[in-house]
């Protein structure tokens, strides 16, 4: 079975611009999650997919949105990029919403950098 | 709300030396309990959990035991590789509809052969 596939793995972008990250979940599962792991830490919740509807959301602002489609693929958009966004994003998805943590595949995450 | 807690590193050790990576959380209720590891230019890979007091998580050699009076859940492992090196996450689930981690801010290990 293929696992989750992040892309791009890296990306630099300018400070006020807007990016979109790209997740394909593991197949057969329904739920993804995005966190972001800044350099030294642990990865944050993010907000979280079930079934193309958002059901749970981390302390993010608006400016973090998502989307999640019929195929349960994701994106994760970020407008009004500021340098503090520059982080490792990592995608994670699962079997359905109760999985949470048992279930999670990682994705090797998006390495984005704002300048 | 949640938070967990983790020892700082890094941490380095000889080849088939003892580790112990100290974790403990603050949650509400009764969290589900987990250990990542993060090998480089990888993701995160489950690599133990508990999920009620007393429990026992293993896997490749290493434990670790939900502790509810101490809130601690530490990793141990009797003898390390140099494939052990990586960076390990101490993680809780608490309840709620999304169900999402809450991790520490990780502990680098480093074996040397």
């Known amino acids: 079975e293929t696992g989750v596939t992040q892309s791009p793995t890296h990306l630099i972008k300018t400070r006020g611009q807007q990016v979109t990250l790209r997740c394909s979940s593991q197949s057969g599962h329904n739920t993804v999650s995005w966190y972001q792991q800044a350099l030294g830490q642990g990865p944050q919740f993010i907000f979280q997919y079930y079934r193309e509807e958002e059901n749970g959301r981390g302390n993010f602002p608006p400016r973090f949105s998502g989307l999640q489609f019929p195929n349960y693929s994701s994106e994760l958009n970020v407008n009004a990029l500021e340098l503090d966004d520059s982080a490792l994003y990592l995608c994670?998805?699962?079997?359905?919403?109760?999985?949470?943590?048992?279930?999670?595949?990682f994705g090797s995450g998006t390495r984005l950098t704002v300048v | 709300g949640n938070s967990v807690t983790q020892m700082e590193g890094p941490v380095t050790l000889s080849e088939e030396a003892f580790l112990t990576i100290n974790c403990t959380y603050t949650?509400?209720?009764?969290?589900?309990l987990f250990w990542y590891v993060q090998y480089p230019g990888e993701g995160l890979q489950l690599l133990l959990k508990a999920t009620k007091a007393d429990d026992k998580g293993s896997n490749k050699g290493f434990e670790a035991t939900y502790r509810k009076e101490t809130t601690s859940f530490h990793l141990e492992k009797g003898s390390v590789q140099v494939s052990d090196s990586a960076v390990y996450f101490c993680?809780?689930?608490?309840?709620?509809?999304?169900?999402?981690?809450?991790f520490g801010s990780g502990t680098q290990l480093t074996v040397l052969p």
């Open positions: 949650a509400t209720g009764y969290p589900s």
């Open positions: 994670a998805s699962s079997l359905d919403m109760a999985s949470g943590g048992y279930g999670y595949t």
């Open positions: 993680a809780l689930r608490g309840p709620g509809s999304a169900r999402q981690l809450t």
